[in-house]
């Protein structure tokens, strides 16, 4: 977790108010300790590669095949760089975007309502993403934006809200927000995939295969930080949250998220 946030790309994550408890559940799919499956180790992989932005943009295939894709734009567009935001910023599919996050947040009251435990109205819930960063589809390393729901990350004023304002039990409020997170990944999912699919004709029809791709990994690349990140942010020394879970029993989450609310 510690190395995570001291990677210069995730930099904001440090001071943000984030539900890590949320965030790491989404991520865990449900999986028990002592069991595993193909299809959900596959999924949860696909999830951290998003959370990392380690997804195979176009900028990702330039670090293994840089003589190959070098001269490369966005396969939609065919005008801008394809970054991990790029993925989810280009006009072919901005408005597609924006309309999942409005059907997401249909889903989680409805979710809530099924409960039949609290009162809920829908314009509190909608209000509450009209007036924060982390309902804007735009590019922001100071703030919380949707892009930041996209990989995988939930935000604690809406957590504070379902808690606080609604009065939903931690157990409630956990199972709503991440089924809230798991039908942003799936609909975002459906415009990787005709994005991919565009990816894999272009390459056809360029006689761009595997072994070319082989040939040309690592030339000519050099590594720059793709979305930039902000220096001069403290980072996590020493292992802290380890280091507190051995000498006074503290979970290494609990501290890393004890510190960013201090921070805040």
Not at 18 to 40: C, H, P, Q
Not at 187 to 211: F, G, P
Not at 215 to 231: D, V
Request: proline share 1%.
């Amino acid at each position: 977790m510690e190395s995570f946030l001291n990677l210069n790309r995730n930099s904001k994550y440090r001071s943000l108010r984030i539900d890590w408890f949320i965030t790491l559940e989404y991520l865990k799919e449900n999986e028990k300790a002592l069991e595993t499956s193909f299809w959900t180790t596959r999924k949860q992989r696909k999830k951290i590669q998003r959370l990392i932005e380690e997804i195979l943009t176009i900028e990702q295939c330039k670090k293994s095949a840089f003589e190959v894709f070098k001269n490369w734009k966005c396969v939609r567009c065919n005008r801008k760089k394809e970054t991990f935001n790029h993925v989810w910023m280009c006009n072919s599919h901005k408005k597609r975007v924006k309309e999942i996050l409005q059907r997401a947040i249909e889903l989680l009251v409805n979710e809530i309502r099924k409960l039949s435990k609290y009162e809920i109205n829908f314009d509190d819930i909608k209000n509450v993403f009209n007036n924060n960063h982390f309902g804007k589809l735009v590019i922001d390393n100071d703030n919380l934006t949707f892009i930041d729901i996209i990989k995988g990350i939930f935000p604690l004023e809406l957590s504070d809200f379902l808690s606080e304002k609604i009065k939903m039990i931690k157990e409630d409020r956990i199972k709503v927000s991440v089924l809230f997170l798991d039908f942003i990944y799936d609909e975002t999912k459906l415009i990787w995939n005709d994005r991919c699919e565009m990816q894999i004709k272009k390459e056809k029809r360029l006689k761009i295969n595997k072994d070319k791709k082989l040939k040309a990994n690592g030339s000519g690349y050099r590594h720059t930080e793709i979305n930039g990140g902000i220096s001069g942010r403290s980072t996590f020394k020493k292992a802290e949250g380890l280091l507190n879970s051995i000498y006074f029993n503290m979970k290494p989450l609990d501290f890393i998220v004890h510190v960013i609310r201090d921070i805040k």
